[in-house]
């Protein structure tokens, strides 16, 4: 019986985490083959999405957050989450060259391909990004800036070097529509490091993700997310999470930062933000959809949140 009731556990919990990763599309993607040589670099500028590299031949340093670089090997792959500016180069005598201003020559539907250098040891990458759809989601914040899954360290059930075999093997074909086999390529890689990290991540013991694997609370932040429409409350949430009301506002508040009926304002607004950037929806539909009664309560919420109604929002936006 023990045995059954463990397994319920693990099943539960790889929900949660599906349930997760099903929220999270990825909207648009594109990739640069990058040909490099000798003492190369490139200083690659922010992007409101994610940016990642694969190295398929060769090696490669990329910067940290602190300035650091790090030594990265043929089959690596790095995802960072929140598209911040970062370099990327050959070692440390490199001749940095601005991603903008090096010649592109197109290789198709969102993709291309770049020289760095002339002369020298040779290193081929895939550089791309892509955006997220919603394009806020509590897992993609609470990501560090720099995720690495490193070829040599792949194992079991997080093993993708087959899948960067594949990438590899892509990246020297000349098959017609290799172009986009790596761009769907990209987007599973960059699913499997979300997974991965999800499953391993952070030793914190306070953040969102903590309080995802939790098996009480995590069940609840899976409602919130699954129906946010719904009309929640810390009573309803607690029984979710079969607590008392007091034991789970405080933990949620712990781990996650702000109360729990703060997050479920969080995520509707977040979610109402998008609808209204991205579909023609009326904002008397989308209150609805993402639970309020009226479209006045509606737009009240809205405006405290966002600073301003959700028509202007909405008209900011398309500007």
Not at 31 to 52: I, R
Not at 80 to 87: A, E, Q, S, T
Not at 114 to 143: A, K, N, V, Y
Request: aromatic share 8%; hydrophobic share 40%.
């Amino acid at each position: 019986m023990k045995s059954v009731a463990v397994n319920a556990l693990i099943h539960e919990k790889a929900n949660r985490y599906s349930q997760i990763l099903r929220e999270i599309r990825i909207k648009e993607s594109f990739y640069v083959k990058a040909s490099a040589f000798g003492n190369w670099g490139l200083d690659n500028p922010p992007l409101k999405g994610a940016l990642f590299h694969f190295v398929v031949e060769g090696t490669a340093q990329i910067e940290d957050k602190k300035g650091n670089f790090i030594a990265l090997q043929k089959g690596d792959f790095v995802l960072l989450p929140k598209g911040n500016r970062h370099f990327l180069r050959s070692d440390e005598d490199a001749n940095i060259e601005n991603f903008e201003s090096v010649e592109m020559k197109p290789l198709g539907e969102n993709a291309s391909e770049m020289q760095l250098g002339t002369m020298g040891e040779r290193s081929i990458l895939i550089c791309g990004g892509l955006s997220f759809d919603p394009s806020w989601h509590p897992l993609i914040e609470t990501l560090p800036s720099l995720l690495i899954q490193r070829a040599s360290e792949q194992s079991g059930a997080l093993h993708t070097s087959t899948l960067m075999e594949m990438m590899n093997s892509e990246v020297h074909s000349e098959m017609p529509g290799s172009e986009i086999v790596i761009n769907r390529l990209s987007e599973v890689l960059v699913v499997s490091a979300l997974r991965n990290w999800m499953i391993e991540g952070t030793n914190n013991d306070t953040s969102w993700i903590v309080a995802l694997r939790d098996e009480f609370l995590g069940h609840s932040l899976v409602q919130i997310h699954t129906a946010p429409q719904n009309d929640w409350s810390v009573a309803s949430l607690a029984k979710e999470a079969k607590m008392s009301r007091s034991v789970y506002a405080e933990k949620f508040h712990k781990l996650i930062g702000m109360p729990p009926m703060h997050y479920v304002t969080r995520i509707r607004m977040n979610l109402a933000a998008d609808k209204l950037r991205q579909t023609t929806q009326t904002v008397e539909r989308i209150a609805l959809e993402v639970g309020y009664e009226s479209a006045i309560s509606f737009n009240r919420a809205f405006k405290r949140y966002w600073g301003e109604p959700p028509g202007r929002f909405k008209a900011h936006q398309a500007e």
